[in-house]
C-alpha cells in the first residue's frame, strides 16, 4: 500500500461525456502528478502540482484539467470524452517537488 | 516522440539465473534515471535509481548500469526469483522546473521457478 488513494478504481461512461477522477495522496506529501497510461503504452505524464499550485506540464489536452486543494487532495477531470481517452490514470505523491514518487492503484476509464 | 525506450516487451528467465532489462533514451540531457516495478492491479512502486554523474547504483540483488555515451541503461537482478515477475518500467527525469518523469512502454518480466 503506497498511501496513495485513487478513486474510482474503474469507470464506464460514453463519448461526449465529462468524469472526474480524484486522489488523495500519502499524508505529508505536497506534490501530486498525474500521469495516463493506454494500452501498450508507457506513462505519460500529465500535470503535476505543488501544495496548490500547477508546477509542471505534460501533454495534457485541453480538454483535460486538474487542480488540487487546500487538503492537498487532487482531481482531474475530463471532459468531451473520446474513445482515445480510455486508459489507466495514475496519481502519484512525493513529499518535495522532486525525489521518488508514489504511485496509486490507478483509475481505469472506459469511453464507450 | 519516445525519448525512453525499452525495446523488449517481455523476457522469461530461470529461478536464480540474472536477469537483464535494458533501456535507451535519446535525450542525453536527462539528469536522474530510474526503474519502478508494477504487479497486475497495483500502482508502479520505485525500485533504484542512479544519478547521470554515475555509472552504477547497487542495492541488493538489484543493480542499475548507465552507460552515457552510448545513451543505455540496464537493471540486473541477481538471483532472479518468481516474486520478481512484474513489469518493469525504467523512467528518466529531463532537467529542469518539475519532476516529470518520462517513462519507457516497459518490459513484462517472467520468472520461471
Known amino acids: ?112 | 516522440d519516445q525519448q525512453v525506450k525499452q525495446n523488449s516487451p517481455s523476457l522469461s528467465v530461470q529461478e536464480g539465473r540474472i536477469s537483464i532489462l535494458n533501456c535507451d533514451y535519446t535525450n542525453s540531457m536527462f539528469d536522474y534515471f530510474l526503474w519502478y516495478k508494477k504487479y497486475p492491479a497495483e500502482g508502479p512502486t520505485f525500485l533504484i535509481s542512479i544519478s547521470s554523474i554515475k555509472d552504477k547504483n547497487e542495492d541488493g540483488r538489484f543493480t542499475v548500469f548507465l552507460n552515457k555515451s552510448a545513451k543505455h541503461l540496464s537493471l540486473h537482478i541477481v538471483p532472479s526469483q518468481p516474486g520478481d515477475s512484474a513489469v518493469y518500467f525504467c523512467a528518466a527525469t529531463p532537467p529542469g522546473y518539475g519532476n516529470k518523469l518520462v517513462f519507457g512502454a516497459g518490459t513484462i518480466l517472467r520468472v520461471k521457478s
Do not use: M
Open chain 1, 1 to 112: 500500500d503506497s498511501g496513495v488513494t485513487q478513486t474510482p478504481k474503474h469507470l464506464i461512461t460514453a463519448t461526449g461525456q465529462r468524469v472526474t477522477l480524484r486522489c488523495s495522496p500519502r499524508s505529508g506529501d505536497l506534490s501530486v502528478y498525474w500521469y495516463q497510461q493506454s494500452l501498450d503504452q508507457g506513462l505519460q505524464f500529465l500535470i503535476q502540482y505543488y501544495n496548490g499550485e500547477e508546477r509542471a506540464k505534460g501533454n495534457i489536452l485541453e480538454r483535460f484539467s486538474a487542480q488540487q486543494f487546500p487538503d492537498l487532495h487532487s482531481e482531474l477531470n475530463l471532459s468531451s470524452l473520446e474513445l482515445g481517452d480510455s486508459a489507466l490514470y495514475f496519481c502519484a505523491s512525493s513529499v518535495g517537488g522532486f525525489g521518488e514518487l508514489f504511485f496509486g492503484e490507478g483509475s481505469r476509464l472506459t469511453v464507450l
